[in-house]
């Protein structure tokens, strides 16, 4: 089955540690995201890559840092500098890296992240 | 600036009713348009999408979205609504940054409620 994997389900911190969040997609995409999403806030872009190796930060990308060493693969760290992390996580990824941004999007199921 | 707006932050329909969601966006080139539907705790699911062609629009689950230039309009319709629609309706515009940059914004949402 093609899909994109998201772990944890759920995720517990303590103040002033990092913690990292797994996205994994079997579709073959070249594009992934990171977006969080607040309640009553939509959904907020942090960080994309279109190809291995290389990213670009999105609109929130302070407190937050990622890496795209293989092409399935693109995990999330949210560091001890991102004040308010408690927040819905979604990772997405899309097949063409030069569709400029026009490309379907497809969602893994998130991780919720509580900073205790 | 580009953006989306869904005027309704929380809408209730009786099963059966039919519906409409609104979607407002502001880009001055061609909109490449999306509705998403996300269940509590889940993942975002594409509805439809808006690309070219014909205005009116066939997704999943009986939706339909019509697409309106002139009102820079992309409403979300159901002629039926059924109790397991109840989730929360994302709209999404696809921004062009300039060559293969780009990305999907999104408005806050909809939450739909269904009353029996």
């Known amino acids: 089955d093609g899909g994109i994997t998201q772990s944890p389900k759920y995720l517990f911190r303590k103040e002033g540690q990092n913690v990292t969040l797994s996205c994994e997609q079997n579709l073959n995409h070249d594009a992934m995201y990171w977006y969080r999403q607040d309640p009553g806030q939509g959904l907020r872009l942090i960080y994309y890559?279109?190809?291995?190796?290389?990213?670009q930060k999105g609109d929130i990308a302070e407190g937050y840092s990622v890496s795209r060493e293989k092409k399935e693969s693109f995990p999330l760290t949210v560091t001890s500098a991102q004040k308010n992390p408690t927040a819905f996580y979604l990772c997405a990824s899309s097949p063409d890296r030069t569709s400029g941004g026009t490309d379907t999007q497809y969602f893994g199921p998130g991780t919720r992240l509580t900073v205790l | 600036a580009q953006s989306v707006t869904q005027p309704d932050i929380h809408i209730t329909v009786s099963e059966g009713a039919s519906l409409e969601l609104r979607c407002n966006y502001s880009y001055g080139a061609t909109p490449y348009l999306f509705w998403y539907v996300q269940s509590p705790g889940q993942g975002l699911q594409l509805l439809l999408k808006y690309f070219s062609g014909d205005t009116l629009v066939q997704g999943i689950k009986g939706f339909e979205a019509e697409f309106k230039r002139s009102q820079s309009s992309f409403n979300l319709r159901k002629p039926s609504v059924h109790w397991s629609d109840a989730a929360e309706y994302f709209c999404?515009?696809?921004?062009?940054?300039?060559?293969?940059?780009?990305?999907?914004?999104f408005g806050k949402g909809t939450k739909l409620s269904v009353k029996p």
């Open positions: 890559s279109q190809i291995v190796n290389d990213f």
């Open positions: 999404a515009v696809g921004v062009n940054y300039g060559g293969s940059q780009g990305n999907l914004i």
